[in-house]
């Protein structure tokens, strides 16, 4: 497998975050909108296998094969765009702004957002014969997923609120350390082995992915959870957006810059 030095993948971030931004609003929609619909099968997939065979583990070692997927095929996430695009700014590449930035996470968001609805409803269908019976065992367990990761949180109040933006910045911490993992080697193996490590750890210990979290919850209140579409964006969506964002930017694409690409100087014996 290729291997490319933390200098050289570091610069392909920066590249790759001033590509996103003066990418055009056709292409980022579609991309992003392709990213949210290929993770939240994944995501399927993960829970269906954990309902079928009784450990979440099995569940959490298969669920980056959607991740995988959609980056060797260009698609783009929210959590991928926070940490990427800033470092162009920081960069000071030319014609870089903050409004740059931020149009790109936004449309990035809403495509993401209906990626993942879009197969929220297909696999609703899927799970109730096109809402003639009950939901099927996966269908009842993703109610489940969503009473347990709003309302779950939310009588804890402002602790529960500062838990899930923790459980969501050290998501993108894994996250986005899956992102460089794509661009760390030259080779399609080399890529999927280091996208596939930290992807695993964030499942297995379910923090909180904010594009995951898009089919997810949508899919728990047609399955009939006990939870609202506030409960939703309050006691989840919105801190986890955060944390990924703080938490992928912090730990992955400054840590990276700083030390890599531009280094302290040297020092003098």
């Not at 969501?168 to 899956?178: E, F, K, P, Q, R």
Request: net charge positive; aromatic share 12%; proline share 4%.
């Amino acid at each position: 497998m290729s291997y490319l030095l933390p200098s050289e993948f570091v610069a392909k971030m920066v590249d790759a975050g001033e590509a996103k931004i003066y990418m055009s609003t056709r292409d980022t929609v579609i991309r992003a909108y392709m990213a949210g619909a290929i993770l939240a099968l994944a995501a399927v997939f993960a829970v269906t296998i954990t309902v079928q065979t009784g450990s979440p583990l099995v569940g959490a070692m298969l669920f980056p094969v959607g991740f995988s997927m959609l980056y060797l095929l260009g698609f783009d996430l929210l959590t991928g765009v926070f940490v990427l695009t800033p470092l162009a700014w920081l960069d000071k590449r030319p014609g870089v702004t903050i409004n740059g930035i931020l149009r790109n996470w936004g449309l990035v968001f809403v495509g993401n957002f209906i990626g993942a609805l879009t197969v929220a409803v297909m696999m609703s269908i899927v799970f109730t014969y096109g809402f003639s019976v009950e939901p099927d065992a996966v269908g009842k367990k993703l109610a489940g997923i969503g009473e347990a990761r709003t309302l779950g949180y939310a009588k804890y109040g402002m602790a529960g609120w500062l838990t899930i933006f923790i459980r969501g910045m050290l998501c993108n911490w894994m996250v986005s350390t899956g992102v460089v993992g794509a661009m760390i080697s030259t080779s399609v193996s080399g890529k999927v082995i280091a996208m596939w490590m930290p992807i695993m750890l964030f499942f297995g210990m379910t923090f909180e992915h904010s594009v995951v979290n898009m089919f997810l919850f949508p899919t728990g209140l047609i399955m009939g959870g006990n939870f609202s579409i506030v409960d939703y964006f309050v006691w989840n969506e919105i801190p986890t957006v955060l944390g990924n964002l703080i938490g992928g930017l912090a730990f992955t694409g400054l840590t990276l810059y700083s030390t890599h690409l531009k280094t302290a100087p040297k020092r003098s014996l």
